[in-house]
């Protein structure tokens, strides 16, 4: 049978930008132009906040007394977890070299980009794993300046754990500036920071939207929208289980998509009538985005079998894909699109987003078809060397002579034939396209 939308989104995460296109382009003309002062002018102005911009050794130390022990030590474990698994990663990028033909050596080197630019959102919630996240793959891949952004609260600064976190996973800097100026500020090198090759973390519309703008002149993770989550469950899931990871999803926005995809119908109206009871359950603020997010972006949808299941799911390209089902090892092998992906019962989205060691900055709106979360990769440059003898370059010149030529890139042609009657002076070479 075709999928059956028992709940079907009235909205999309993908709105009209361009209002903020033109907030964010405003902004970014502003600072580049007036420095320094223009970005403590926009932080004055939208963080509400005119205390220390680079924070002193003094003051990092003043925040670590202010976390509690319990919290120190979740933070050292998580970042234990997050640092483990990012050495895992690069591991799996090695230098090398390979000899291609006789005499004709060609590598591959990844080098680690200079200086590297984590945002850390703390607005609404204070995210402590994103400094986490970010800043230990950054240490890890080998950046020689990690610099750590994040909004300061109005007239008090950076939450205190994302500061002791963003200093023990080994930021350089840490910066209190929020948004688009906070950006700017390490794209553009202010208050003698180095600029940034990269700029990575999540953050808001306008921050994403200033990230986007920037790609080109700057590097980045990813171009990303609102966080978004489906389920794949079938009749052995707990439907308080599943219902509760939707919901738990769903209070990170008001526009954050949370979708299950199931072939069990029971299963999927009991989660139906259980999720605005958890909802009606949560926290003021978390209650009003878990809320809006549910009756405008949530979609529930009825499969024929596990093999439409996975196909829906590879068509919604999630940013996270949670399995709830039975045989887990089909799934993993069966499904292709997503950023992250959590297997069975016994982990959970929330688990990446905060302790496990997977990162969690990941790929929203679909972007999962084509790439995958942030990684030490990302901060590496792979690039590649040759060298060779005059013999193993001789049919490499030919070969490239004849191409060239055929292409009516004679400057390049030439190139190849000044080396060939140089190290060959005696030898008669064929070197025309048509040879």
């Not at 102005?45 to 202010?66: C, H, Q, R, T």
């Not at 980009?113 to 230990?136: D, E, K, L, N």
């Not at 405008?296 to 590879?314: F, G, H, K, P, Q």
Request: with cysteine; aromatic share 6%; net charge negative.
């Amino acid at each position: 049978m075709p999928r059956h939308y028992l709940k079907k989104a009235t909205l999309t995460a993908k709105s009209d930008a361009s209002e903020t296109k033109k907030i964010v382009r405003s902004i970014l003309d502003d600072i580049e132009a007036g420095g320094d002062q223009a970005a403590l002018d926009y932080a004055k102005k939208l963080d509400k906040y005119e205390g220390e911009v680079l924070l002193s050794p003094e003051s990092i130390a003043a925040a670590a007394e202010l976390v509690p022990d319990k919290l120190k030590r979740d933070i050292q474990f998580s970042h234990a977890n997050v640092k483990r698994f990012a050495e895992a990663q690069k591991k799996t990028v090695s230098n090398f070299e390979v000899e291609v033909v006789p005499g004709l050596i060609a590598g591959q080197k990844a080098i680690p980009v200079a200086a590297a630019g984590c945002y850390v959102p703390g607005g609404r919630y204070s995210h402590i794993a994103s400094a986490i996240m970010t800043v230990t793959t950054a240490k890890v891949a080998g950046c020689k300046h990690i610099i750590a952004c994040s909004p300061p609260r109005p007239d008090v600064g950076i939450a205190p754990a994302i500061i002791y976190a963003a200093h023990v996973c080994g930021a350089d800097k840490i910066l209190a500036m929020g948004g688009v100026q906070g950006v700017a500020a390490m794209t553009f090198g202010l208050f003698n920071l180095p600029k940034a090759n990269i700029l990575v973390g999540p953050g808001n519309q306008f921050v994403a939207e200033a990230k986007r703008m920037l790609f080109g002149r700057v590097g980045i993770d990813m171009i990303a929208g609102p966080t978004d989550s489906l389920i794949l469950a079938d009749a052995t899931a707990d439907p308080m289980v599943v219902a509760t990871d939707l919901v738990g999803q769903a209070e990170h926005g008001y526009n954050s998509p949370v979708w299950l995809v199931t072939d069990d119908k029971a299963l999927a109206e009991e989660v139906m009538r259980l999720v605005p009871l958890l909802i009606d359950d949560l926290p003021d603020v978390n209650r009003e985005n878990a809320t809006a997010a549910w009756r405008d972006y949530a979609e529930v949808i009825l499969c024929a079998d596990r093999e439409e299941m996975a196909a829906t799911s590879d068509d919604y390209a999630p940013e996270h894909l949670t399995v709830q089902a039975k045989d887990l090892e089909w799934w993993l092998e069966r499904l292709s699109c997503y950023g992250s992906l959590f297997l069975g019962e016994e982990t959970t989205v929330a688990f990446g987003d905060k302790a496990s060691g997977t990162n969690h900055v990941l790929p929203t709106s679909g972007a999962a078809s084509y790439t995958g979360g942030l990684s030490v990769h990302k901060y590496m440059k792979i690039v590649t060397w040759q060298r060779a003898t005059r013999e193993g370059s001789k049919p490499v010149a030919e070969a490239t002579a004849r191409i060239a030529r055929l292409e009516g890139m004679e400057g390049h042609a030439r190139t190849a034939d000044i080396r060939l009657k140089k190290y060959f002076p005696e030898e008669n070479f064929d070197l025309s396209a048509e040879g």
